[in-house]
């Protein structure tokens, strides 16, 4: 029995550091496991609108609370809004973590507003197969801004961009081409030019060599530690699909002028519910839209102004006076309604005349025959009835009976008319019926 006991404690002794090396392992693990760094990538496939801006900003965040080793924003876009480009370049400068401006797959370009983002990022890369440049500013729809406007833009642009690429240790003079110029290059030009850090075939490819690469974030030098980290995808969620839609000005005006058309047809015909909820959904797409773009409250007030105007015209005897204001108040509306110096961030005209021709045209039509209602002679009732022809059932002295709509009346009269002529109604008194030979 006694020569058990040391097995036994041996056993036991072996069991103990079998259970001690397991947990010790899981925790070793688990340590491993948690010291792997994140990085959070953040897709762009279209144009540089306010939504994108928002899903941007709102990424950044997000990867700065869960405290990643950096956000990757993998761009392919033709250009956009030159104030949204800006919001989201403000948005990388200020951010507390590497953000990497990758431009790819290949086949991909970072045009106008892609290439200023990108030669504006912590680290720009781009993939073999990709072009950037071509970043010279202009108007809505791809006109030229005037010459004026055009060389205020450009210039402020310039020294926007040259002050942020210098800082980055980049070519300033190449952006500046590419601005004033829409020069445009490739990625393995662009490297040449040091207009980009480095050309990497895929995120991972890119991961690896960002690692160890030393950048300046608010004035402090920071390492980047990207080496076998965990790549997780932002995915874009249903509010910026839909914002990306409605953030468009002239989607976001047709939204509110539907809104205003369909909801003035459910007032003058209640019970209709289509129009009703159809207005009420497009109302609510507009102020979600609203979340985004430069809204002129004067803008929506004069609108509302031109709704007033119309339905007062019914009301009131203006001889087209207040028709005409409404449609003045409706135009300066559509104008004002998004306040920006930027062409693609206000109504375009092409869409304001057709929809204040339309909408006004509308007014007009259901405000006339409202009009027309409200003069109409009356149809049931007692005064329905003034005007009606009938017979005369008796022989009308002063009091008699006459058939009138079907219905047998006393009645009465000045003169004397025979049984059986006819009478039309000039008044109805109570039940009884003031005629004349009809």
């Given amino acids: 029995m006694n020569a058990r006991k040391p097995l036994k404690l041996v056993l036991?002794?072996?069991?103990?550091?079998?259970?001690?090396?397991v947990g010790s392992g899981m925790l070793f693990g688990s340590d491993e496991e948690s010291d792997t760094p994140k990085v959070y990538l953040i897709d762009v496939d279209g144009t540089i609108n306010p939504a994108l801006a928002d899903h941007i900003i709102k990424g950044i965040?997000?990867?700065?609370?869960?405290?990643?080793?950096?956000?990757?924003?993998?761009?392919?876009?033709?250009?956009?809004v030159l104030a949204t480009t800006k919001t989201i370049v403000k948005a990388i400068i200020n951010a507390k973590l590497p953000v990497v401006v990758y431009v790819a797959p290949s086949g991909s370009s970072a045009t106008s507003a892609g290439a200023i983002i990108t030669v504006c990022a912590d680290i720009a890369a781009m993939a073999p197969g990709t072009n950037i440049g071509a970043a010279h500013p202009v108007g809505a729809g791809g006109e030229e801004i005037d010459s004026t406007m055009s060389e205020k833009i450009i210039n402020d642009l310039t020294a926007y961009v040259r002050g942020i690429v210098s800082e980055r240790g980049r070519n300033a003079d190449w952006a500046e081409r590419a601005i004033r110029h829409s020069v445009s290059v490739t990625a393995k030009e662009a490297l040449e030019l040091k207009a980009i850090d480095l050309i990497a075939d895929s995120v991972q490819d890119l991961l690896d060599k960002v690692d160890g690469m030393t950048i300046k974030i608010k004035g402090k030098h920071l390492t980047v530690s990207t080496k076998g980290a965990r790549v997780e995808k932002l995915k874009s969620g249903m509010r910026f699909k839909i914002l990306d839609v409605v953030a468009n000005p002239n989607i976001a005006y047709f939204l509110f002028m539907v809104a205003i058309a369909c909801l003035m047809m459910e007032v003058y015909?209640?019970?209709?519910?289509?129009?009703?909820?159809?207005g009420v959904i497009c109302l609510l797409l507009f102020l979600f839209a609203v979340q985004a773009l430069p809204v002129?409250?004067?803008?929506?007030?004069l609108i509302v102004l031109?709704?007033?105007?119309?339905?007062?015209e019914v009301k009131i005897t203006s001889f087209g006076i207040l028709t005409l204001g409404g449609i003045a108040s409706l135009t300066l509306g559509s104008i004002m309604l998004f306040e920006s110096e930027e062409s693609a961030l206000r109504v375009s005209w092409a869409l304001i005349i057709p929809t204040v021709a339309v909408v006004s045209a509308f007014f007009v039509f259901i405000m006339g025959l409202a009009a027309k209602a409200w003069m109409r002679k009356p149809q049931t009732g007692e005064e329905g009835l003034v005007g009606e022809v009938g017979?005369?059932?008796?022989?009308?002295?002063?009091?008699?009976?006459?058939?009138?709509?079907g219905e047998y009346w006393n009645a009465r009269s000045d003169g004397l008319i025979p049984?059986?002529?006819?009478?039309?109604?000039?008044?109805?008194d109570n039940l009884s019926m003031f005629v004349t030979r009809g």
């Fill in 12 to 21: 036991l002794l072996a069991t103990g550091l079998m259970i001690l090396m």
């Fill in 306 to 312: 031109a709704v007033i105007l119309f339905v007062l």
């Fill in 419 to 428: 049984r059986g002529d006819r009478v039309r109604v000039v008044k109805v």
């Fill in 391 to 405: 017979i005369a059932v008796t022989d009308l002295a002063n009091e008699g009976k006459v058939f009138v709509h």
């Fill in 61 to 80: 965040e997000t990867a700065e609370k869960d405290k990643a080793a950096a956000v990757i924003i993998r761009l392919d876009t033709p250009g956009g």
């Fill in 269 to 278: 015909n209640p019970g209709m519910i289509f129009p009703g909820a159809v």
């Fill in 296 to 301: 002129n409250h004067v803008g929506i007030m």
